[in-house]
């Protein structure tokens, strides 16, 4: 059956736009373990529980943290039994999660749940749709990077409104039961039946050119072995500068209404900036592709986290709706560069063969970023009496960020023969 439909899909174009579809799919499913989704839960949670709001974002940060550092296993995992596999065990596994969550009678049995959505959500099926995508794109993985992140947009779409209905006419526990039967919907049909791993079994290179049989050793597909890739200055410069993207892109996320009502907007004001942000990174990220797939990739790296310096530096110069309009703007291009960055870059310096392995420790330092950047501004904003000081100050980070890969970021050695540029 799944050779049939294959045999029938090809027959209307180049397979990989399939899979891609797939995996764009994949990520509107991990919305379950997305913070735009516990967002509306928060509150009924506390409530129902008996329980402040406060320990609900504690056990949930404490949960992010902890799964972090699953992500190398299963990163190893991904190289060793393929994307597909993998997303069918996760898909699976996140439906049941979501039932544990939905049954939690206590604070801990909450921050076990809140481990596994994250670590199976935010973090293994993200994980394994983007390497997915990467092996069945090359000269175009920029633009299908940011074609499968629309799917994250999606979520951010459609996750937060339908909890909240969910909530308001079943409760919350209900909610989490619709949630995993919608995941094990959208999940398990299509990766069991269209989805494959790799194009070279199939007779195909990235991108659709024809190349007969390749179904031979591993040896055939380049990349380098996690060891080798940390032996490189390209890892820790690409790790520093996505360390930056995640930490900073979550405060603006945690902080945004919060800073911006100070500065004098009212709530609902404020609240706006969500979807105009959204709008624009969905109109920006096929822009984003295009231009990661035309530029050397260390310029395009570099012009991301300029924008991400930008994005502070703005969020402290908003005073009325026409600023945080123009915040929005440029916070909504941020996101189309860190949501499309992450399964762009590592293919792109350190090959497809381990990607996996690389992607998955890579993603645990990132995910370490995500969870400090809150408190860590938050505690400076408590000592300095307010929020513009420290989001100046953290500008410099990506500043640097951006100045050392635009002069030092280059394609390892065992990669770099016959690459245009970097």
């Given at each position: 059956m799944r050779q049939a439909a294959f045999e029938a899909l090809s027959a209307r174009g180049f397979f990989g736009w399939w899979v891609l579809g797939a995996a764009m799919l994949g990520m509107f499913a991990s919305g379950p373990g997305q913070s735009h989704t516990f967002s509306v839960f928060v509150g009924p949670i506390s409530a129902d529980l008996g329980v402040t709001p406060a320990s609900v974002a504690t056990a949930y940060a404490a949960a992010t943290l902890v799964a972090a550092f699953g992500l190398p296993f299963a990163g190893r995992l991904t190289d060793r039994y393929g994307p597909r596999r993998m997303m069918l065990t996760v898909g699976l596994l996140l439906g049941l999660a979501c039932l544990f969550f939905g049954a939690a009678a206590n604070l801990v049995m909450l921050g076990l749940g809140f481990a596994m959505l994250r670590f199976l959500g935010q973090g293994a099926t993200m994980l394994n749709c983007s390497n997915l995508v990467s092996q069945w794109f090359d000269r175009k993985r920029g633009f299908a990077m940011s074609?499968?992140?629309?799917?994250?947009?999606?979520?951010?779409?459609?996750?937060?409104?339908?909890?909240?209905?969910?909530?308001?006419?079943?409760?919350?526990?209900?909610?989490?039961?619709?949630?995993?039967?919608?995941?094990?919907?959208?999940?398990?049909?299509?990766f069991w039946l269209i989805v494959h791993d790799k194009p070279e079994p199939l007779g195909l290179d990235p991108d659709g050119a024809a190349s007969g049989p390749k179904a031979g050793p591993k040896g055939e597909i380049p990349g380098l072995t996690l060891k080798e890739a940390l032996r490189t200055p390209t890892f820790y410069i690409v790790l520093a500068g996505m360390f930056s993207i995640s930490m900073l892109v979550t405060v603006l996320h945690f902080y945004q209404v919060t800073v911006f009502t100070r500065a004098g907007l009212d709530a609902a004001d404020a609240a706006l900036v969500f979807p105009i942000a959204a709008a624009v990174m969905v109109a920006a990220m096929p822009l984003v592709g295009r231009l990661m797939d035309?530029?050397?990739?260390?310029?395009?790296?570099?012009?991301?986290?300029?924008?991400?310096?930008?994005?502070?530096?703005?969020?402290?110069?908003?005073?009325?709706?026409?600023?945080?309009?123009?915040?929005?703007?440029?916070?909504?291009?941020?996101?189309?560069?860190?949501?499309?960055?992450?399964?762009?870059?590592?293919?792109?310096?350190?090959?497809?063969?381990?990607?996996?392995?690389v992607q998955g420790a890579a993603q645990t330092v990132i995910v370490i970023g995500a969870s400090l950047g809150p408190p860590l501004i938050g505690f400076a904003a408590e000592a300095t009496g307010g929020f513009a000081g420290p989001l100046q100050v953290a500008a410099l980070f990506p500043l640097a960020c951006a100045l050392v890969a635009a002069l030092f970021l280059r394609t390892p050695a065992p990669l770099a023969e016959g690459r245009p540029g970097d």
């Amino acid at each position: 059956m799944r050779q049939a439909a294959f045999e029938a899909l090809s027959a209307r174009g180049f397979f990989g736009w399939w899979v891609l579809g797939a995996a764009m799919l994949g990520m509107f499913a991990s919305g379950p373990g997305q913070s735009h989704t516990f967002s509306v839960f928060v509150g009924p949670i506390s409530a129902d529980l008996g329980v402040t709001p406060a320990s609900v974002a504690t056990a949930y940060a404490a949960a992010t943290l902890v799964a972090a550092f699953g992500l190398p296993f299963a990163g190893r995992l991904t190289d060793r039994y393929g994307p597909r596999r993998m997303m069918l065990t996760v898909g699976l596994l996140l439906g049941l999660a979501c039932l544990f969550f939905g049954a939690a009678a206590n604070l801990v049995m909450l921050g076990l749940g809140f481990a596994m959505l994250r670590f199976l959500g935010q973090g293994a099926t993200m994980l394994n749709c983007s390497n997915l995508v990467s092996q069945w794109f090359d000269r175009k993985r920029g633009f299908a990077m940011s074609l499968m992140a629309l799917g994250f947009a999606g979520s951010i779409a459609v996750h937060p409104p339908l909890g909240q209905w969910l909530i308001d006419n079943y409760g919350w526990r209900f909610a989490w039961v619709v949630l995993g039967l919608l995941t094990w919907a959208l999940v398990l049909p299509v990766f069991w039946l269209i989805v494959h791993d790799k194009p070279e079994p199939l007779g195909l290179d990235p991108d659709g050119a024809a190349s007969g049989p390749k179904a031979g050793p591993k040896g055939e597909i380049p990349g380098l072995t996690l060891k080798e890739a940390l032996r490189t200055p390209t890892f820790y410069i690409v790790l520093a500068g996505m360390f930056s993207i995640s930490m900073l892109v979550t405060v603006l996320h945690f902080y945004q209404v919060t800073v911006f009502t100070r500065a004098g907007l009212d709530a609902a004001d404020a609240a706006l900036v969500f979807p105009i942000a959204a709008a624009v990174m969905v109109a920006a990220m096929p822009l984003v592709g295009r231009l990661m797939d035309r530029i050397r990739t260390r310029f395009a790296f570099a012009m991301a986290l300029c924008v991400q310096a930008g994005s502070l530096l703005m969020a402290t110069a908003v005073g009325d709706f026409a600023g945080a309009a123009v915040f929005a703007a440029i916070f909504g291009l941020n996101n189309a560069f860190s949501m499309t960055l992450f399964g762009y870059i590592f293919p792109r310096y350190f090959g497809r063969r381990h990607l996996g392995s690389v992607q998955g420790a890579a993603q645990t330092v990132i995910v370490i970023g995500a969870s400090l950047g809150p408190p860590l501004i938050g505690f400076a904003a408590e000592a300095t009496g307010g929020f513009a000081g420290p989001l100046q100050v953290a500008a410099l980070f990506p500043l640097a960020c951006a100045l050392v890969a635009a002069l030092f970021l280059r394609t390892p050695a065992p990669l770099a023969e016959g690459r245009p540029g970097d």
